[in-house]
């Protein structure tokens, strides 16, 4: 099972940016879709962004389109979310997970995705 550790998180004015980074513990992770999701205090942990296992789709909430940017760097078997313009209400632990099979589609599904991490916390002060 791939191990991943995410990475980034803090305190931060709203408006302010953060980039939160996800290592994952294996080469292979650049053939599966890579996905971050968060967990707001007392509510339900959603999907936030996904990137396709080539790179080449991405996936967001529209709450966060336009704001947050999903990348990867195969040759770092890593994943990035990068914050913009942040709000109070993206206070979240924040969390990666790789898909549970290979060459699979984009998906937002939490049950498709086999792998998480331990989470990352974001504070954005009003």
């Known amino acids: 099972q791939v191990q991943l550790v995410e990475s980034g998180g803090g305190l931060v004015q709203a408006g302010g940016s953060l980039r939160l980074s996800c290592a994952a513990s294996?080469?292979?992770?650049?053939?599966?879709?890579m996905g971050w999701f968060r967990q707001a205090p007392g509510k339900e942990r959603e999907f936030v962004a996904a990137?396709?296992?080539?790179?080449?789709?991405?996936y967001y909430i529209p709450s966060i389109k336009g704001r947050f940017s999903i990348s990867v760097d195969n040759a770092k078997n890593t994943v990035y979310l990068q914050m913009n313009s942040l709000r109070p209400e993206d206070t979240a632990v924040y969390y990666c997970?790789?898909?549970?099979?290979?060459?699979?589609?984009?998906?937002?599904?939490?049950?498709?995705?086999?792998?998480w991490g331990q989470g990352t916390h974001v504070t954005v002060s009003s």
């Open positions: 997970a790789t898909h549970s099979r290979p060459y699979r589609v984009l998906t937002a599904t939490p049950q498709d995705f086999g792998s």
């Open positions: 294996e080469r292979t992770f650049s053939t599966y879709v």
């Open positions: 990137i396709s296992w080539n790179g080449y789709s991405t």
